[in-house]
């Protein structure tokens, strides 16, 4: 980044929050690049003891098999994401149940994105997997055992199915829909655990 986003300046470096940061000279402007972040989203989701996996037809890693994720868009709310996901790589509807997991990923000093990728549990309510044979080239429910000896099966979806597997039903953090105080802010949205 060497421009200022916001009025078309050319950034400098100035000390801001503890370390020197990218800033637009004009203090009217008071744009300050505190980096690139992504946020993705993973859905495991269980049907009669089978695994929903997909395969991968884009880089990276194209021909590996994984739960079916993707970034969760700037307007959307992020379990309506996963949803969207996996309708649209897999063609399966579902909702989503808990969050049960997340990987949170440094971009490092040469730059890039540091992403976090939350990982959700979902029940599926409808559809058989199909796939568009471009971004996603495979799509289907596995059995648990079948996992072991399948090949280019990513370690995080392995990660992933094995603690929806190991985690009591609903324990994770849930939407949390009945905030007064949240009243009038669309898009905000807490997670929780539930108290017993």
């Known amino acids: 980044m060497k421009f200022c986003p916001r009025c078309a300046r050319e950034l400098i470096l100035r000390p801001e929050g503890g370390r020197d940061r990218l800033a637009c000279p004009d203090p009217s402007c008071g744009f300050v690049h505190f980096g690139n972040f992504s946020i993705g989203v993973g859905a495991v989701v ?33 379990h309506r994401s996963i949803e969207r996901e996996v309708l649209e790589e897999a063609g399966i509807e579902a909702q989503v149940q ?37 971004e ?35 324990i994770g953090l849930h939407a949390d829909v009945g905030n007064d105080w949240l009243t009038g802010r669309p898009g905000n949205r807490l997670f929780g655990l539930r108290p017993d």
């Open 46 to 78: 269980l049907r009669e003891g089978r695994a929903l996996l997909v395969q991968r037809g884009w880089p990276p890693n194209p021909g590996a098999w994984q739960i079916p994720g993707g970034y969760v868009e700037h307007d959307e709310e992020i």
């Open 98 to 134: 808990d969050l049960i997991g997340f990987r949170h990923a440094v971009a490092g000093p040469a730059g890039g994105s540091t992403n976090i990728y939350l990982v959700f549990r979902l029940e599926a309510s409808a559809g058989e997997p199909t796939f568009d044979n471009d």
């Open 136 to 170: 996603i080239t495979g799509a289907g429910f596995f059995a648990i055992g079948d996992l072991a000896t399948m090949e280019r099966v990513q370690g995080l979806s392995r990660w992933a199915i094995q603690l929806a597997l190991n985690l009591p039903p609903a």
